[in-house]
C-alpha cells in the first residue's frame, strides 16, 4: 500500500503529534493576561512553570485546506484566577474553528468582537466546541490535570494576538467559593467584584 503520510501517530497525554513542532508557553510569555499582577510576579519569581503547549501540523497552505493543533493546558492558578491560553482572534475573521475535548475538564472563554459579548462554553473529555468567526477564544483549565485538546481551523484563518495584547479579554475566569465564575474585568485589570457571574457548566 503506498504511504502519503497524512496519518501522524499522536500521544494526548504527551502533547506530541508525531513531527509536529511544539511551542511552549511558560509564565513569563502571558504578561498582561491575568488580572493580579502581584500573584503573577510572584509565579514568575517562583519557577516560570510551562502554561501550555500547542503541537502543531500544517501540512498544506492556502484556500480549502486545514490546519490543527494538539493542545495541552496545565492546571493551576494566579491568585484567583484558573491557568489560561493567551487567546486570539482570527486574523481572517469569518473563519471558524472547532475544538474537541480529549482529556481534563475546562472552558472556552469566547467574546464576540462586534457586540462585546463575553461568554464560556465547557471544553473537557466530552465536550466538542464550535467557536464561531469574528470570535475571540481564549481556553481555561478549571480541573486539577491537564486540559487536552484538538483545533481544527481553516489554514488560512492566521493568528491576531495584537488585538488581545492591547485589551486583553473583557472578562476571566476565577474561583468563587471553590467554583469557575466568569467575572467583568475593571478598568483597571483587575477583577470586579461585584458583577460575578455564576457558571455552573464548567
Ligand atoms: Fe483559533
Known sequence: MAMKHLSRT???HAGAVEGA???TRRLRDLAGVFADSAAYQAACAAGDPVIYTVASVEPADGDGQIHYGLGTLMPGMIGDEYYCTRGHLHAWRPAAEVYIGLSGVGAMLLEDERSGESWLEPLGADRIVYVPGFTAHRT???GDVPLVY????????GHDYAAIAARNFRALVV???GRPTLVQRAGDGTAAAGRA???HHV
Do not use: C, K, S
Request: glycine letters at 4%; aromatic letters at 8%; zero cysteines.
Open 10 to 12: 499522536y500521544a494526548p
Open 21 to 23: 513542532p511544539v511551542a
Open 140 to 142: 481555561v483549565n478549571t
Open 150 to 157: 484538538l483545533g481544527i481551523y481553516p489554514a488560512a484563518a
Open 175 to 177: 474561583a468563587r467559593d
Open 197 to 199: 457571574q455564576e457558571h
